[in-house]
């Protein structure tokens, strides 16, 4: 750099031969606009020389070590900023884990992946069980979590949705907005635009959201499914258990008159059956034998869990790169799904919207399937744009990844505990099969399975049930958010949690507790059974016209009779949760108590299976179980 003479003013050295062109004026141009573009270019040159050389230097400088530290530096100022923005819980809340420095925060992080159920078992024994909620430490990026007692449990289930939110819990928990590829706002919006509808406002911003008074229903689906499938079952038993019959004999391998042992991997077995006749329900009897349409929908659930546990590891400021990078397979996946079923669910929009239901069913027949529930609800709330068919199928998302690794979750723990366990059991529910279908007239005349008679399966019900009691497969099933713009208070301990504070019920702690299950560490296939044949066989003495019983009145034998009731597999309670309990309790379990029942049913009655020498040891990570996958039985098809 030189001083000019004339003016003082320094400027670039001439000499510097990337500076040549500051000296050159484009022919034409005036000497003040001259002048001024060549100084402009002169200086855009001298940048990027400069900014050359910097860059330069700094790769020159970079190295693997370098770049580790950088990286490393950045992710810690990220969670610290994520730290930062978490809700705080009231230091009178009790805590498990390392502590709340900030040395121990990251420790809690680390720790979570391994020790969370620890925690939680520990904080059960000491607080939960003195009616004391406590605070657990979560996955890196989620705020921690407030493991509620039992004792407190209806209050927490009874605050209304827009105070403490069941949809925004999973929605975070699930990661939605990156894992389910549906934006219901921003989809109904382009489909109002490009149908000329009314224009449809942009979400307002409060994550609660009341369906009865939105435009846009974001929890359409799961309506769907509450207002629809227990009430539509009966009539689709037969077809269910014709699914059944096939999935159990395809996946088993067994055909009448080949007695022959052989031996397969009882979780493939079980990821071969559930998917199919689970989709009987959700889309119908053509396309739930869809083989890649069924394994499509199992990889799209097995990537929502990856990435959830990625999501988890990464601070909030990444989410959305992370986030968009990890859901390119869920896009994927649903455009491979969306390719299989757009046919049928256009085909179906067509006839249902051309002859509507007139309240006595749709005048010209359609399939009783979730594709049929959401068309009928949409038409009867004027959703238009849930009729499109991509609205369809990407709602139709969350509802597979509900139902399928739960049911086969479930189902291939029944197994496990039935064989490594009493074979009694396994007798006893045979026999119980057995006689059930001989002496129902209807199901004798008819060979297929009724409700009534499905609910006279009290043995098998009660195998079931324990087993989701024993084998939980997860720590918590129902977790709430606190989306209350001021927070709640809690009654009975008094402290108060701000929003985005997460709550949660403690399913392992509860269904483990000696205080509410007689030796609750041991698989006892019969313990709801037992007590619902001791009622019945109760209230059968109190009503025998011969007077052998009984001085008790009328109300207390109804009472008696009522209680047994609710030991069936699909009452839930605040000491069995399985299926969650109160208001958003899974609305699936109706279907999930027949469609095991008959898996069962014919499984055990038409074959043998040797049993397991012990019971195989599932991993955790954080709250996520890794089933023992290799779990091998041999199986036998029985001679008729
Ligand atoms: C053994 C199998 C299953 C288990 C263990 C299970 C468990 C659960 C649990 C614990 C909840 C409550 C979550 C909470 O309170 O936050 C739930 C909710 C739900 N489940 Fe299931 N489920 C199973 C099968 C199914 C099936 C087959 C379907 C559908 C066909 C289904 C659809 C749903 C839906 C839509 C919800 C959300 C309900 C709401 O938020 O109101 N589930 N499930």
Not at 50 to 71: D, G, H, Q
Not at 224 to 250: K, S, Y
Not at 309 to 329: D, E
Request: aromatic share 8%; net charge neutral.
């Amino acid at each position: 750099m030189t001083t000019n003479a004339s003016t003082g003013h320094q400027v670039l050295a001439a000499s510097d031969p990337s500076m040549a062109s500051c000296f050159a004026s484009p022919p034409g141009a005036s000497p003040l606009s001259a002048g001024i573009s060549s100084i402009a270019v002169c200086i855009l040159n001298s940048l990027c020389a400069n900014l050359a050389e910097v860059l330069s230097s700094l790769a020159a400088r970079l190295t693997f070590t370098r770049i580790v530290t950088a990286f490393s530096a950045f992710l810690i100022a990220a969670f610290l900023a994520d730290c930062a923005l978490k809700p705080r819980y009231p230091r009178s809340l009790p805590r498990v884990g390392y502590g709340d420095s900030v040395l121990a925060t990251m420790r809690n992080w680390l720790g979570y992946v391994f020790y969370f159920n620890d925690w939680v078992d520990e904080g059960y024994n000491k607080f939960s069980k003195n009616d004391r909620a406590f605070v657990v430490p979560s996955a890196a990026s989620r705020p921690q979590e407030i493991v509620v007692p039992r004792n407190q449990t209806a209050w927490m289930l009874d605050l209304p949705d827009h105070v403490l939110s069941a949809h925004a819990a999973h929605g975070d928990v699930l990661y939605t907005e990156h894992n389910f590829v549906f934006d219901a706002h921003a989809h109904a919006r382009a489909y109002a635009a490009k149908h000329g509808l009314p224009p449809i406002p942009p979400r307002s911003g409060s994550e609660h959201h009341d369906h009865k008074h939105s435009v846009v229903d974001e929890d359409f689906h799961t309506r769907v499914v509450h207002r629809n499938l227990a009430r539509h079952l009966p009539g689709l038993l037969p077809a269910i258990e014709d699914e059944v019959v096939m999935a159990v004999d395809a996946a088993f391998g067994g055909v009448d008159g080949d007695d022959e042992w052989r031996t397969l991997k009882l979780w493939d077995a079980w990821l071969a059956m559930v998917p199919q006749i689970t989709n009987l329900l959700l889309v119908g009897p053509d396309a739930c034998r869809n083989q890649p349409l069924l394994s499509t929908f199992v990889k799209f659930a097995d990537t929502v869990v990856t990435n959830s546990f990625l999501l988890n590891m990464f601070p909030k400021l990444l989410h959305p790169l992370v986030g968009r990078l990890a859901s390119i397979p869920n896009r994927r996946l649903w455009r491979k799904a969306h390719s299989f079923i757009e046919p049928l669910i256009r085909e179906r929009v067509r006839v249902m919207t051309e002859s509507p239901s007139d309240g006595q069913g749709e005048k010209t027949p359609v399939n009783e399937d979730y594709i049929t529930w959401h068309i009928r609800m949409a038409l009867a709330e004027g959703r238009t744009a849930e009729l499109d068919p991509v609205a369809i199928s990407k709602r139709l998302l969350p509802i597979e990844f509900a139902a399928i690794h739960t049911t086969v979750l479930t189902g291939f723990f029944v197994i496990v505990d039935l064989l490594t366990s009493d074979p009694a059991y396994l007798e006893g529910i045979r026999e119980e099969v057995r006689s059930v279908r001989e002496s129902d007239p209807e199901v004798a005349a008819s060979g297929h399975w009724t409700k009534p008679a499905l609910a006279r399966l009290w043995r098998t019900d009660s195998a079931i049930r324990e087993s989701m009691r024993f084998s939980n497969f997860a720590t918590s099933l129902i977790k709430r958010k606190v989306i209350a713009p001021n927070g709640i208070t809690n009654s009975a301990e008094g402290w108060h949690v701000p929003y985005g504070g997460l709550l949660m019920l403690d399913l392992a702690g509860t269904h483990h507790d000696p205080d509410l299950y007689a030796k609750p560490d041991q698989y006892d296939a019969f313990r709801y059974a037992r007590q619902r044949e001791a009622y019945e066989a109760a209230a059968a003495a109190a009503a025998a016209p011969d007077g052998t019983e009984t001085n008790k009145a009328p109300e207390q034998i109804a009472a008696e009779a009522m209680r047994g009731l609710k030991l069936g597999m699909v009452t839930t309670s605040d000491s069995h949760m399985a299926f969650g309990h109160g208001r958003h309790a899974c609305p699936g379990r109706f279907f999930v108590a027949h469609e095991l029942k008959m898996i069962l049913a014919h499984f055990l009655t038409n074959y043998d299976i040797k049993p397991l020498e012990s019971k195989p040891k599932s991993l955790w990570i954080g709250q996520t179980i890794i089933p023992p996958l290799d779990v091998k039985v041999e199986v036998r098809r029985r001679k008729a």
